[in-house]
């Protein structure tokens, strides 16, 4: 499997920074697989900055993403989502999850997912159906919008941007790399702060 991240300028570097650490760390992983390959990917092989003011620079362009069955696309949350230089991206998407590649996308990025169109008929999630309805003008899937902090239906993951922790959980049970007594634990850990499920 590998992992697309997405980098584009404003990408609030907390909401993925969980989801980035488990897996290119690969501490928790399952003892049998091979640890998934992260690459990321921009509009161009020009740096952007981060929220947090951290300059990433992309390792391809978007021109040069060759997906494969079951590997990943991570869409972080940015304040620049609907500047047209994300559409790209958003074609890929669209486009990808006819197949078997799972998209995971949080806060921001899935007001880029709802405007094309790709959650009117798929169970998801944001930060607010009513202001996902403001904001997105296209956006007619609010039959299927749950208020809930993560959402995965089939190969598609939301979640809302202060929720990045049940976002990893969702996108690592889907993605399937680490045992679920491990994640279940990791879980728990972080969630509850108590000390007993680092030693399960």
């Known amino acids: ?33 091979t640890k998934p390959k992260t690459i990321k990917v921009g509009n161009s092989l020009t740096p952007i900055k981060t929220m ?17 069955n079951e590997d990943l696309i991570i869409l972080p949350g940015a304040d620049t989502w609907q ?12 486009e990808s999850l006819n197949k078997n590649i799972i998209v995971a996308a949080i806060c921001g990025a ?24 403001m904001i997105c003008k296209n956006y ?21 941007g202060i929720a990045p922790l049940e976002f990893t959980y969702e996108v690592i049970k889907k993605i399937n790399i680490m045992e679920n007594n491990t994640l279940e634990a990791w879980y728990n850990l972080y969630k509850t702060k108590e000390p007993k499920y680092f030693l399960s």
């Open 110 to 133: 899935t007001f880029a997912l709802a405007q094309k169109g790709i959650l009117d008929t798929k169970k998801h999630t944001s930060n607010d159906k009513d202001y996902l309805k």
């Open 83 to 94: 500047s047209e230089n994300n559409q790209k991206i958003i074609d890929i998407v669209y």
């Open 1 to 33: 499997m590998t992992v697309f991240l997405y980098v584009l300028d404003t990408l609030a570097d907390w909401e993925i920074s969980f989801l980035t650490a488990e897996i290119n760390s690969g501490r928790y992983l399952k003892k049998n697989i």
């Open 52 to 68: 947090g003011g951290i300059e990433i620079t992309p390792d391809i362009d978007i021109t040069d993403m060759a997906l494969q």
């Open 140 to 160: 007619k899937g609010e039959i299927f919008y749950e208020n809930k902090p993560a959402v995965a239906d089939n190969n598609l993951i939301t979640a809302s």
